[in-house]
């Protein structure tokens, strides 16, 4: 499976949906991980944690949204995210 973690974007919300151990998890499992970048920052994850867990990063929501066929988020998708998601 593809996972999708995009970067939360709802006010004061500095949490993200996936850490890097839990990436290596899926991966480990044969799953592929895309992070959108700067997803880890508000919780001292950066890029390259990511890649050293086996994820991808990506440049923004919509290549994350586009990339996935799972995505994993802490907080509801806001508006801009539900217009992105896929059936």
Known sequence: MRIG???EIKVREYRVG???NSVAE???HGHEVFVETAAGDGIGFTNDDY???GASTLPDAAA???SAEMI???KEPQPSETAMLKP
């Open 64 to 66: 994350v949204f586009e």
């Open 72 to 74: 994993v988020k802490v």
């Open 26 to 28: 899926f991966v480990r």
């Open 5 to 7: 973690v995009p970067k």
């Open 51 to 53: 890649i050293a867990a």
């Open 18 to 20: 996936l850490t890097p």
